[in-house]
């Protein structure tokens, strides 16, 4: 059966880092494409970064663009996201998502897996 598991969230000053790690199990980790999704509290969902199934192509919403690094170890079956240079309003849980298809798509019904997601705050 399917499972992926979010790790690595936690409590971080403005400015620090952090990185996540989503440990999966159940398919075939190298075939599909994944994603990295954060819903704040009373918000809705926000795609975070997404990536190809070989790594070949990487999406990222502007807000995190050169803070954030989505990579994946197809060897190890894990996703990683390295945030840095974290702000409070990147305060959310993060959810990592298995792509129904190998290339990144950002709607939800693109996706038909996910963790049960990780605490990140930032706060100081």
């Known amino acids: 059966q399917v499972q992926l598991e979010e790790s690595g969230g936690g409590l971080a000053q403005p400015g620090g880092a952090l990185r996540l790690s989503c440990a999966t199990s159940?398919?075939?980790?190298?075939?599909?494409?994944m994603s990295w999704a954060r819903q704040a509290r009373g918000k809705g969902l926000e795609w975070v970064a997404g990536?190809?199934?070989?790594?070949?192509?990487?999406y990222y919403q502007d807000s995190v663009k050169g803070r954030f690094t989505i990579s994946r170890d197809n060897a190890k079956n894990t996703l990683y996201l390295q945030m840095s240079s974290l702000k409070p309003e990147d305060t959310a849980v993060y959810y990592c998502?298995?792509?129904?298809?190998?290339?990144?798509?950002?709607?939800?019904?693109?996706?038909?897996?996910w963790g049960q997601g990780t605490q990140v705050t930032v706060s100081s």
């Open positions: 998502a298995k792509a129904l298809d190998s290339t990144v798509i950002l709607t939800r019904s693109a996706y038909d897996y």
């Open positions: 990536i190809q199934y070989d790594g070949s192509d990487k």
């Open positions: 159940g398919f075939t980790f190298g075939h599909y494409a």
